[in-house]
């Protein structure tokens, strides 16, 4: 599967962002996708992420209550809403995929093994 990742920009603190996560290949609906982000000197970090066979959602607890994520099958899309921005929110997000896996893995990086090009998230202050 290939992934599209896009909707980064510029936003002030407070605002709000949403990414997409386009998807080409596979049979989307059976992955797990998730969202990391990274600062730069920084490792990858998880975000958020929607198991395929529930739609069971997670998140970091830094993100928890300000983002959202949601899943449009027919689109092969799953978006990240992004409210309520910070400035520490400032990273290169990436979309990644993964076919099947255990829940007890779902927030780290190694256990994906496809990934999207990356999107930047400017917040001013």
């Known amino acids: 599967v290939q992934l599209q990742a896009s909707g980064g920009g510029l936003a002030q603190a407070g605002g709000s962002l949403r990414l997409s996560c386009a998807a080409s290949g596979g049979t989307f609906s059976r992955y797990d996708v998730a969202w990391f982000r990274q600062e730069l000197g920084n490792e990858r970090e998880f975000v958020a992420a929607?198991?395929?066979?529930?739609?069971?959602?997670y998140y970091a607890t830094s993100v928890e209550g300000r983002f959202t994520l949601s899943r449009d099958t027919a689109k092969k899309t799953v978006y990240l809403q992004m409210n309520s921005l910070k400035p520490e929110d400032t990273a290169v997000y990436y979309c990644a995929a993964r076919s099947g896996g255990i829940l007890s893995t779902l927030r780290e990086r190694d256990h994906y093994a496809y990934w999207g090009q990356g999107t930047l998230v400017t917040v001013s202050s």
């Open positions: 929607i198991r395929w066979n529930n739609n069971g959602k």
